[in-house]
DNA sequence: GGATAAGCGAGACGGTACGTCTCGTCTTTTG
DNA sequence: CAAAAGACGAGACGTACCGTCTCGCTTATCC
C-alpha cells in the first residue's frame, strides 16, 4: 500500500519529511482559512517556513499540492450512522453533510471542486467511489430488514439525496437550511418501497 | 425599468453599444471555446476588436465579463417540455439537460460555475429561480391531471432530478451516461404518487 | 500678435472666457500646490468645474496649458531694486530670488523648467529676454554713477550671479542658503572696476 | 581555492550580471538616442533582451534605472585640465563643458535633470560633491602658483563659472555658443586676484 | 567512514495576466 | 450649430503569481 512504501521512504523525522509535513498541513490551514483563491504557493511557503522552490519540486503546481493536502488532511468528515432505519440513517447522513458545509471545512471542499486538472478529477472520482462504497453497508442492512429492494442501486439513491446540497452550494446559490431534508428522504424512499406493482428498474449500474 | 431608460440612451448602433455588443459576443463564445481557464480580457479584446481599457471600464474584472456575457447569450437552453403527462416531461426535461452539457454550451455552464464572487453568486441565484419559475407551468398542467399534489413544492422535486447531474459533473466527476434518467423520475414521482397513506409533507418552502 | 487675437475672440464675461479663467486659475493653484508631477488636466478639470474635453480643445496638451497658466499668473516677483548703489542692487536682486526659491511660488518656478516642449522652450527664451531688459536700468544708473563699465554686457553679469540658484537648485542639488551672495557679487565685480589693467573684454553680444 | 575562482568566474558571467549589465547598457544608449521623454521600461526590455519584469524587481521605476544607468555609465566626460595657469585651466573646462553640451552625451545630463525623485536628488547631489573634490587639484596648484588665495572657497569659483552653461540650458534657453567663456573667467578671476586691498572673504563652506 | 546522491535554501529570471493611470481623440447629447 | 458630456484608443506603469533555473550547502545513503 502506498503508506508502507511511504513510511519506509520517509524515515519519520529527516529533513524531507519536517518538510513535507510542514508544507502539507501549511496548505490545509491556508484552504480552510483563505479558500482556493488565496492559496498560493508563496503564501505556503511563507507558513510553513520553507522556500517556495522546494515546493515546486515536489508538488510542481499549486493545484498538485492542494488536492495533496486535501487528500492527506480530509478524513472523512460524516461518519457512517447506523440508527436501526434505512430512513433514519438517509436522514442522518443529509444532516451531517449540511453540517460539515456549514463548517470551516466546507471551504476546503468547495476550494477542490473549483481544480478541474486531471490529476484532482482523477482524485475526486476515486474518492467519491470510495465514498459510496463504504455507505453501502447502510443499505445491506437496509435489505435485511427488508426496508431497500435487493435489485436496486444504492449508489442512485444516495446521490439523488446527496447532489441537492451541492446543488444548492454551488449552482443554484441557495442555503442548505431551507431543503427539507426528511422530505426529500420520505419522497425519494416511496420509490423504492417493496411494491407489488413497482418492479421496473433493475440494477443497471455494474 | 431599466433597460427602457438603457435603450434610450444607447440609440441603438451607436459607438459605445457596437462596443460592448462584440465585447459580449466575442467573451461568449471565447468562454465556448477556450472554457473559463483561457478567458482573459486581452484575448477578449484582440477577438472584438477593441481596446483592453475599454472592457476594464465597463467591467472591471474578468469575471464580471464572463457573467454578463454568460446572461447576455445563455438563453435557456433547455426547451419546456410539454409532453401529456409529467413523467414523460421530466424525462424529456433530463435528457435536455444531459445533451446540453455534452454541447459545447456545457463548457460556458461550468465555467459559471467556477466564479463565485458576490456579482456571480447573485447572478446565478437569481437565473436559478426564474428558471424554477419558468418550469412551473409543468406542474400546474400536471396538478390539472390529478398526476401531482397541489400541495407538495415542484422546486424540491426539480433539485432533487436536476442535481444529481450537475454533483456527478462538479463532484463526483462521472460520466452522464451512466446516470438512469428514466429510472430517478419514476423512484422520485412514486413519492408524490396521490396516496392515501402518504400525506405527510406539505408546503415547507414559501 | 498673438495677445490681440485672444482679446478679440475671448468676450471677457461670455462662458468661454469664464471657462479659460477658472481654469488658468486652478490650473496655476495646481501647479504651486503639487508641482509638475501632480499637474494632470483631471485635476484642473475637476477644480475648475469644467469638462476635461473643455481644457484639451483650448489647450491640447497639459504643457501648454502649464505654460499658458505660467505666464498668466507669474508676475514678476523679484521687483527690480534701486538702492544707490550696483552692489547693493545685485545682492538685493540675490536675496530677492533666493526668498522667491523658498515660497510656494519656486514650485511653480522648477514647474515650468521641467517643460521642455518646442512652445515652453520659447515661451522662456522671451520670458528672460523681457527679464534682462527690464533690469538694464540697474546697469544705466550703475553707468551713471561710474560704478560699471558702459562697453560691458551686464546681461552676462546678471548670468553670472544669477545662474548658480538654479544650478543648485537644479543640477547640484544644495541648498541656497549656503550660497554666499555677497561675496558671489564682490568677486565678480572685481572684473568690472574701472581698473587701467584690464580692458580687455568688449561687447560681444549682438 | 575552487571556490573563490568560481566566485569570481560567477559574479562576471553570471546570469544576474548579465542582466544587469544589458539593461544598463541598453537603458544608457536609450537614454542618450532618445532622451528621457522616450525613455521607457518596456523599450530598454527589449533592447536588452530582458524581461521587463526583470527591470521591475531589480530598478522598480524608470528614473531608479535611468539614474542608475546614468551612474553606471556616465564618465566624467570632461577630463580635468593641467594647463599651466589657472586661467588656462578654467577656460578649457569651460570649453570641454560646452562641447559635452554639444555631444549627445549631452541628452543624458538633461534628462537627469528632470527626474526629481529622492533616490534622484541624492545621487546628483553626491556626483557634484564628488566632481568638485576631483576639480580641487586645479586649485592646489594655482595657490601654489600664487594664483588664488589659499582662503578662499574653489567651489564658489566653480559654480559661478559652470552655473551659466546649465542656466542657458535649462533655464533662459539660449545657445552656449553666445557664452564669453574667456571673458567670464577673467572677470570672476579679478575678484580672486591677490590684491591687498582685497581681504574681506574668508572661506564660509567647510 | 568517506564518497556520493538527493534534497533544501536562496535568489533571480522568464512569462502571463491583471488592473491602473493619463493623454488625446471621437462620438453623442444638449442648450 | 457649438459646447458639454461621455466613451474610446493608445500606451506606459506597476503588481501578483506561476514555474524554471543555477548555485551553494546540508543531509542522508551507500559502498
Known amino acids: 500500500m502506498a503508506k508502507a512504501a511511504y513510511q519506509k521512504r520517509r524515515r519519520v523525522g529527516g529533513r524531507s519529511a519536517r518538510v513535507r509535513d510542514a508544507v ?16 498560493t504557493i508563496a503564501e505556503v511557503a511563507a507558513r510553513a517556513g520553507v522556500h517556495e522552490t522546494s515546493i515546486y519540486r515536489r508538488w510542481g503546481t499549486p493545484n498538485a499540492l492542494l488536492v495533496d ?8 468528515a460524516i461518519p457512517i450512522p447506523d440508527t436501526g432505519t434505512l430512513r433514519s440513517d438517509l436522514i442522518t447522513l443529509g444532516e451531517g453533510g449540511a453540517s460539515v458545509h456549514r463548517s470551516p471545512l466546507g471551504q ?8 478541474r486538472d486531471e490529476h484532482a478529477l ?9 465514498r459510496f462504497e463504504r455507505l ?25 439525496l446527496i447532489a441537492p446540497r451541492f446543488f444548492r452550494l454551488l449552482v443554484s446559490i441557495e442555503p442548505l437550511d431551507d431543503w427539507p431534508i426528511a422530505e426529500a428522504v420520505d419522497r425519494v424512499l416511496s420509490g423504492y418501497a ?11 449500474r455494474q
Not at 493536502?69 to 472523512?76: E, T, V
Open 24 to 39: 502539507l498541513k501549511s496548505a490545509f490551514e491556508l484552504l480552510i482559512e483563505q479558500g482556493h483563491e488565496r492559496f
Open 69 to 76: 493536502a486535501w487528500l492527506g488532511y480530509f478524513d472523512d
Open 108 to 115: 476546503a471542499i468547495l476550494a477542490l471542486i473549483l481544480v
Open 122 to 130: 482523477k482524485v475526486k472520482h476515486e474518492y467519491w467511489q470510495r
Open 136 to 160: 453501502r453497508p447502510i443499505f445491506d442492512r437496509a435489505i435485511a430488514r427488508g426496508e431497500f429492494p435487493p435489485d436496486a442501486d444504492p449508489i442512485v439513491l444516495l446521490q439523488i
Open 194 to 204: 417493496p411494491s407489488p406493482k413497482r418492479t421496473a428498474h433493475r440494477r443497471r
